[in-house]
């Protein structure tokens, strides 16, 4: 069957059951659910009619569409942390009711880590997916009293990072660059600030957090391994609102408002940390002017134009500074842009137009003195339109449609220098553009009370763009060396001339059978096309790292994932728990030679391997939601291998974030209505790491020599941590809006010494006449000992 028929049969079945609904006489009730406190509309709130048990969830937007036979029924809606609304509606003909809920103040002190239905969890299709609410983000213990969104996703199962301080965060298997960072739709190339230690999201401007591990609905696409999706608050339409907090290590500072009210509202958030402005008194006179900060900026304006229309306008800028006065200086960041347009062409059918620009740059100076200087650039920007439908057909079936065009510019990097007074001739790697173009389809569809399937696909295609030079390279003769430029294979490229296309067809599927209220099973397969590629061979990644676009040497990534859970409630929604086995075959992955040049190389690709991996695993995550201790446990057991033609034996062997067993436990208790405490602790495999087996004899002194080459032959040792915290609320007075709240912690509250890296050097001393010269094993630690911290917190 050719390709063109089996898409046609796919999309044919995926409305014709669809359709079978709707043949009695049915109206639609619709509208938004919104924060009666602030305006903001609700991710996930319930809708349902007592009287039928019927109900939907609103979507990103807050929208729902709830279609019902003729009727008088009671509508309800739910929201955790929420009191629940409840009206007699006469639905005789097609009506709108926009709902606004009320703070339950009794549910305030729980910590849930899902704003959905408390039995999500069982009765959604949707599986490998997580959501945390801000609320509890807020409350988790953090380094230096700050919280942070990625740190708070690696307590979560499946997720992990490569040790203390690394940038980015793994996820079931995959590297860093196998996730797509979304804020607001726009993607985010590094999502740390301080070299990992923080990340760019605002916790005071941030709404919603989703990560989604497996069983990745079709509308989105473009990374092999996760989705992490941020959205970002729309301003409170209500009231001027400010809020904030000062810290050990930075400020921040969050001001919303309406414009016009209940109609136009905005939301600026700031933050920016001083660690160099408090050391600076305590630094020798040379280095008084260095710089190690951060600073970001984000901002966000919504337009509820009419019934039918709402624009959106949001923006973040953010930008690390790190350098030594006299020496060298650097600096990163990411600059994004996103307007959206909500509109409704009747009840049943929402479109959202989104599109984004978004910005990753880095620079890197050398300097000792005026006479002698290097500079270096490198930037990927991103240009991109999608508009994507949601049609309403019943309760049974929701069908998204879409499609996305993605134009990417990379500068691998750019140098201009100095010598003796000089200038020297610019050099520059070539810039590379691509178009990434793509159209889906899926549906979630309730068959019957038990069973629920989401289905769907995607084509893709990507086309590497000229102007560009590009080169064919000769097969090694040797595995795992340097393989150089044909002679005479160079071939040169107009503007918007296609040097390579690739197509991919992305099937998804996903399945739900629901037992009953408390227990359901659940099965979904995705297949993923990655055209983007971050280049890095380094155990963590870091800013120095470059993005890469397919090209006629380097070959789109692709992976499966096959993943079956079950999933239990307990206790009256009280206890959750749920258990996930998957598997991750991936093909075309980046690996690297021996001695890789990676940095300004213009015959890059000859340094780059093409690698197959897997990963597989099982993950357990039980949860307590409600009462005055709360929490969860996760814990994971996987592993992550790749096998490339020439290294180790051509055999499988570990990748560098492979880590067999991971642990977290998390913890919280509401003593009072003042004092609240929170404990984490983690407990890691440590990660592969490549060890010397021999050593070599040179004047006396031994060299460290792996005999064998075998890459991530040994690991380090296991990573484990405590962090605890106590919350202080200030005294609530009535009629006042004025709320503040202390935050005291301890970060590695036993000064574990938890090893980042180990390397090896020859012993500085001289061994007696005739003895073997020993090595020393240097463990690095980037945290080593205990960080107390003091926040205060404040809003109005």
């Known amino acids: 069957m050719s390709e063109v028929k089996r898409i046609t049969l796919i999309i044919f079945c995926l409305f014709t059951s669809s359709f079978l609904y709707g043949q009695t006489k049915n109206y639609t009730l619709s509208g938004y659910i919104k924060d009666g406190t602030s305006g903001e509309t609700l991710i996930g709130a319930t809708i349902y009619a007592n009287e039928l048990k019927a109900g939907v969830v609103t979507n990103s937007y807050g929208f729902y569409s709830l279609t019902l036979p003729e009727g008088v029924y009671t509508i309800t809606s739910t929201f955790v942390g929420f009191q629940n609304f409840s ?92 996730n797509l960072v979304l804020l607001d739709e726009a993607p985010v190339f590094n999502s740390s600030h301080l070299f990992g230690f923080f990340s ?111 624009i959106f306008l949001s923006a973040y800028w953010g930008r690390d500074n790190f350098g030594a006065a006299g020496t060298f200086d650097s600096g990163w960041g990411n600059v994004t842009g996103t307007f ?11 479109l959202n137009t989104t599109a984004y620009i978004s910005d990753y740059d880095y620079n890197l100076t050398f300097q000792q003195d005026d006479t002698d200087a290097f500079n270096w650039k490198s930037r990927v920007k991103t240009y991109s339109v999608k508009p994507e439908f949601t049609w309403y057909l019943g309760n049974h079936s929701t069908v998204t449609f879409g499609g996305q065009s993605i134009y990417y510019d990379f500068s691998p990097g750019t140098t201009t220098a100095k010598s003796g007074g000089q200038e020297l001739p610019p050099f520059a790697l070539q ?29 893709s295609s990507f086309t590497y763009l000229g102007p560009v030079t590009t080169y064919e390279y000769e097969e090694a003769v040797i595995p795992n060396t340097r393989r150089d430029p044909i002679p005479g294979s160079e071939k040169v490229y107009d503007d918007w001339e296609p040097v390579e296309t690739y197509f991919s067809l992305e ?22 096309a990655q055209y983007i590629h971050l280049i890095s061979n380094t155990s963590a990644a870091s800013p120095l790292d470059i993005w890469s676009p397919s090209t006629n040497n380097i070959v789109p990534q692709r992976g499966d994932q ?68 709360t929490g969860w446990l996760s814990y994971t057991l996987a592993r992550s291998e790749q096998i490339t033609e020439g290294i180790n034996q051509s055999q499988y062997y570990p990748r560098r974030f492979d880590q067999a067993h991971n642990l977290t436990l998390s913890n919280f208790y509401t003593l009072n209505d003042r004092w609240s405490f929170a ?118």
């Open 200 to 310: 760019v999201f605002n916790p005071d401007a941030v709404k919603d957090v989703k990560l989604i591990k497996g069983g990745i609905p079709a509308q989105y696409g473009g990374r092999i391994s996760s989705i992490l999706d941020v959205r970002m608050k729309e301003g409170n339409s209500k009231q001027l609102t400010v809020q904030g907090g000062i810290g050990v290590i930075f400020s921040r500072l969050t001001v919303e408002a309406p414009i016009i009210k209940d109609k136009m509202s905005f939301l600026i958030a700031g933050r920016r940390s001083y660690i160099d402005i408090l050391a600076k008194p305590f630094l020798e006179e040379d280095l008084r002017d260095s710089k190690f900060n951060f600073w970001d900026l984000t901002a966000k304006l919504n337009y509820d134009v009419n019934e039918n229309n709402k």
């Open 340 to 350: 959206r347009w909500n509109h409704l062409f009747n009840d049943k059918l929402f």
């Open 431 to 459: 810039n590379q553009y691509a178009l990434e173009n793509a159209i889906y389809i899926g549906n979630d569809h309730k068959i019957s009370k038990a069973i629920t399937i989401q289905y769907g696909i995607r084509g």
């Open 679 to 796: 404990a984490n602790f983690s407990l890691i495999s440590g990660t592969p790491s490549t060890f010397p087996t021999n050593q070599i004899q040179v004047q006396g002194y031994g060299v460290p020599h792996n005999v064998d080459g075998l890459r991530n032959n040994q690991r380090i040792p296991y990573y484990h941590r405590l962090d605890v915290s106590a919350t202080l609320q200030g005294k609530k007075k009535p009629n006042r809006r004025w709320h503040h709240y202390w935050v005291f912690g301890f970060y590695n509250t036993y000064a574990r010494k938890n090893p980042y890296s180990i390397y090896f050097l020859p012993s500085e001393e001289r061994p007696p006449q005739g003895q073997p010269a020993p090595n020393q094993a240097i463990q690095f630690s980037v945290l080593a000992n205990i960080i107390p911290s003091v926040s205060f917190n404040f809003k109005w």
């Open 87 to 178: 009206k007699k509606i006469n639905l005789n003909e097609n009506k709108k009711l926009n709902i606004e809920l009320t703070g339950n103040e009794t549910e305030l002190d729980e910590v849930l880590i899902t704003g959905e239905r408390e039995d999500a969890n069982v009765s959604d299709v949707q599986m490998s997916t997580q959501k945390m609410e801000i609320e509890t983000i807020l409350k988790i213990p953090a380094l230096l009293g700050e919280v942070d969104i990625i740190k708070s996703i690696q307590l979560l199962p499946g997720v992990s990072s490569v040790g203390e301080g690394a940038t980015g965060f793994n996820v079931r298997g995959g590297g860093i660059g196998q």
């Open 562 to 629: 096959y993943a079956l859970g079950y999933f239990r409630n307990m206790n009256d929604n009280m206890f959750e728990f749920s258990t996930e086995v998957y598997y991750k075959p991936m093909r075309n992955l980046i690996d690297y030679i021996n001695g890789a040049d990676l940095l300004l190389n213009p015959n890059l690709e000859g340094d780059l391997l093409n690698s197959t991996g897997r990963a597989y695993g099982i993950e357990f995550y039980l949860r307590k939601k409600k009462g005055k201790y």
């Open 507 to 528: 099937p998804r599927f996903a399945i739900k059978y629901q037992f009953n209220e408390k227990n359901s099973f659940k099965a979904s397969y995705t297949h993923m």
